[in-house]
């Protein structure tokens, strides 16, 4: 559960409780490539020196705070972060994605995975970060749904599915515990929030959904003592399940509208994030009209896009955004 904090320490926390005074905001993806300073940072460097370099990813995880003035960080990783160091030998290539070179091609291929090992990196990045990151903005910490990263993991994810569901079980029941064990790892370091991201699950029918991924993300939530988030890309048919998630805030795509949602927990979201290449004027009234939906049917909210922040955006977009968020009156 959310822990009782003060409003000088975070408006992100208290919104886990409905006791914030202002709407905070933050955004998926917000360190990245659109940001100048982050590809002054990279210089030659790869994805994945990036990512294993305590030094330039708590850098990294810092620069949208001075730069759009979010109410929160978030780790500076990757959803194939744990299973990088399962066995699998994954290359990040910039510009197109993970690519796995040894993916899961049948159910016999499961044999040769275990527990994860060698991450020691992310927990210097979260102590590094934590201790020049201000007491009023909290450290979110994330991974990947065990469904979302199976999708990369394996060749034909849903073919397994229904051909071999015992084996897809088995690999459901392996990143699930890999995973709390990764979150449980970034919680000992200090992240104070945590967001298990869901990107491909939605895709599924309703009851697919219920039998290959609802228990395992019921799992992980149910593990992690801390502040909690779900996004589910995709997710309107999914609503009824993402309220059973066992997360304390459900975070929404474009997919729903937000004064649609009935329910007691949080909400976070939805701005679609195409929107970012619009003109300001147009930008402006459809943040304002979902402040003012989430503010008429939800007691706790968090400002946040429909999905990631795309990497050819003007920051300049997302900074108008947190000022128009922060300038509306919540209470």
Request: proline share 5%; charged share 20%; hydrophobic share 40%.
């Amino acid at each position: 559960m959310a822990k009782n904090v003060s409003q000088e320490q975070s408006d992100i926390l208290l919104a886990f409780q409905g006791k914030n005074k202002h709407v905070p905001v933050w955004f998926m993806r917000q360190a990245g490539r659109y940001l100048p300073q982050y590809q002054s940072l990279k210089a030659n460097r790869s994805l994945n020196e990036l990512f294993r370099d305590p030094e330039i990813a708590g850098a990294i995880t810092l620069q949208p705070l001075e730069i759009l003035g979010v109410d929160a960080a978030i780790l500076f990783a990757d959803i194939l972060t744990m299973p990088s160091a399962m066995g699998f030998r994954i290359d990040f290539i910039n510009g197109k994605g993970p690519q796995i070179n040894n993916p899961i091609n049948h159910p016999g291929d499961l044999k040769r995975l275990g527990k994860f090992s060698g991450l020691e990196h992310v927990t210097r990045t979260i102590q590094l970060i934590n201790a020049v990151l201000p007491s009023s903005i909290p450290l979110i910490g994330f991974a990947g749904s065990p469904f979302t990263v199976a999708t990369y993991l394996c060749s034909k994810h849903q073919r397994m599915m229904y051909e071999s569901p015992k084996a897809f079980h088995e690999l459901m029941d392996l990143l699930t515990d890999n995973t709390i064990a990764y979150l449980k790892q970034q919680k000992d370091a200090g992240i104070k929030v945590f967001q298990l991201f869901d990107t491909w699950a939605g895709a599924l029918r309703h009851e697919d959904y219920e039998a290959f991924v609802l228990p395992y993300v019921q799992k992980i939530f149910k593990a992690i003592k801390l502040p909690s988030i779900y996004y589910l890309k995709n997710c309107a048919h999914l609503m009824d399940l993402m309220e059973k998630s066992g997360a304390e805030m459900l975070s929404v795509c474009e997919t729903v509208n937000i004064k649609d949602i009935k329910t007691k927990k949080g909400i976070q979201g939805n701005l679609l994030n195409s929107l970012l290449y619009a003109d300001d004027k147009t930008i402006i009234e459809e943040t304002r009209a979902i402040l003012k939906a989430a503010k008429a049917n939800h007691r706790k909210y968090i400002f946040n896009l429909s999905h990631g922040v795309m990497p050819d955006v003007n920051p300049l977009k997302l900074k108008l955004i947190v000022d128009e968020v922060h300038k509306f009156k919540w209470t």
